[in-house]
């Protein structure tokens, strides 16, 4: 027996090859995706190293540990390179990036300006954008059309004239626009037939962020959803994407509070320490933090942000340890921070014979520094799942949400670490590798 789960390898898939350039369409110019384009860009000219990457730099174990291989993850599977990456965005605020990225405040003016000439070329198109679904942000670069299924057509043509434009090969969409208002599924989104009726009738439970998704699956373009709006997490859209072989990922980038919490929480439960309660606030004063303001976007994130701790410590299983902790989370809008964000953590944990301890944490985070390789690597592995023919839900992705998307029936797993498992495991079946599961016994001899 060996430390990798033999007859779970046999040949790779047979992926086509990353020739040409990717075109990475972000729905929103804000400060994610100004830090993202001006990250690229500065680590395409030497002056930065794709930090937070882990298409970039992280390293990917095969075999068994004394063969000794593990090559960089962007030298064992076929991705798109850098250089060959070209951007384009939508949003209601004209701006272009460097006035965007400018405004957001997340750079420094050093490394702004260092690639100032290249962010000033790329303006936002006008967007599919409703007042009514973020009702903390407006702008005057908006569509219009009778309905919602002829912004859609807009967007579809959109789509087309950038690749047309650019000589782009392939393209992904990425939302990295502002949580829209809390939605529940609804009828209207059970088929594609029901979906492209409301779209024709202007249905309300359809947000623009839904419109995003319907036009780029339609055009044949991979989706990620970086908000936790429910967007392509309906029947209607995962049902298009299974149907026209594309895959799809969400929901809502793990950057700051949560990305600790799917990292501490896995090691109180390894460690069979019981929880009484989990006290999180934030403060922030970018854009996110005006649009989660509103008591209706805040409603959307608090969702998002308040499963993770279910899922991972399994309160049915351990009552008690888990069955009656407190989790309470808040987000206070605070402008002078900016980006800056500060997530604060109270944690209340019970140990031996019952005694009660704390732990404390400070988290003061650039949330868009966090996000930006976030949005460089599911570019990246939205492209190449595309061109090994994986359609649907991405659940190997989930490394990246705070909220993961799942088959029907499935709950979604949180724990970071089982997650960056999932990742890699995925990444060696694509390649024909075995699967590694550490249990190492070969190394000792034979066991009775």
Not at 181 to 209: K, Q
Request: aromatic share 10%.
């Amino acid at each position: 027996m060996n430390d990798t789960n033999a007859g779970t390898g046999g040949s790779r898939r047979d992926i086509r090859p990353a020739r040409g350039k990717l075109g990475v369409l972000l729905v929103g110019l804000g400060a994610v995706s100004t830090t993202f384009i001006a990250g690229v860009e500065s680590v395409r000219r030497g002056r930065s190293r794709p930090i937070g990457s882990l298409t970039q730099l992280n390293t990917i174990r095969l075999g068994k540990r004394t063969e000794e291989r593990a090559p960089l993850i962007k030298d064992f599977v076929p991705l798109a390179d850098l250089e060959d990456l070209v951007f384009g965005a939508w949003d209601p605020i004209p701006d272009d990036a460097y006035a965007s990225a400018k405004l957001a405040g997340v750079l420094s003016h050093e490394d702004l300006e260092a690639v100032g000439d290249f962010l000033g070329t790329i303006r936002p198109m006008p967007a599919v954008f409703d007042k009514s679904y973020v009702k903390r942000l407006d702008g005057s670069n908006v569509k219009k059309g009778a309905d919602k299924m002829e912004l859609a057509e807009q967007l579809r043509a959109d789509i087309r004239d950038f690749k047309a434009e650019h000589g782009c090969d392939r393209l992904v969409v990425v939302w990295a626009a502002s949580t829209e208002i809390y939605l529940r599924p609804h009828d209207v989104h059970a088929t594609l037939e029901t979906f492209e009726e409301g779209l024709r009738a202007g249905h309300e439970a359809i947000a623009p962020s839904m419109v995003y998704a319907y036009a780029a699956l339609q055009e044949g373009v991979p989706f990620a959803n970086g908000a936790p709006n429910l967007t392509v997490d309906v029947p209607a859209l995962t049902d298009l994407a299974r149907a026209r072989g594309l895959p799809v990922a969400g929901k809502d980038f793990k950057t700051g509070q949560t990305l600790m919490k799917t990292i501490i929480a896995p090691g109180l439960k390894a460690r069979m320490l019981g929880l009484r309660g989990w006290f999180s606030t934030n403060i922030l004063g970018n854009r996110d933090g005006a649009v989660l303001d509103d008591p209706q976007s805040f409603k959307t994130k608090e969702e998002s942000k308040l499963g993770v701790l279910d899922y991972i410590l399994q309160p049915d299983m351990y009552p008690d340890l888990y069955g009656d902790f407190y989790h309470k989370v808040r987000i206070n809008y605070y402008p002078p921070r900016g980006d800056d964000k500060e997530g604060w953590d109270n944690i209340d944990i019970v140990g031996w014979m019952g005694y009660p301890m704390q732990i404390k944490i400070d988290f003061l985070c650039k949330d868009s520094i966090l996000a930006a390789p976030i949005v460089l690597d599911l570019a990246l592995f939205l492209d190449l799942a595309a061109r090994a023919g994986l359609s649907g839900i991405q659940e190997w992705l989930s490394f990246y949400f705070k909220s993961p998307q799942v088959a029907e029936g499935l709950y979604p797993e949180h724990d970071l670490f089982i997650q960056h498992w999932k990742l890699k495991n995925t990444l060696r079946w694509l390649m024909g590798e075995e699967q590694i599961t550490h249990l190492g016994m070969e190394y000792y001899g034979e066991q009775e």
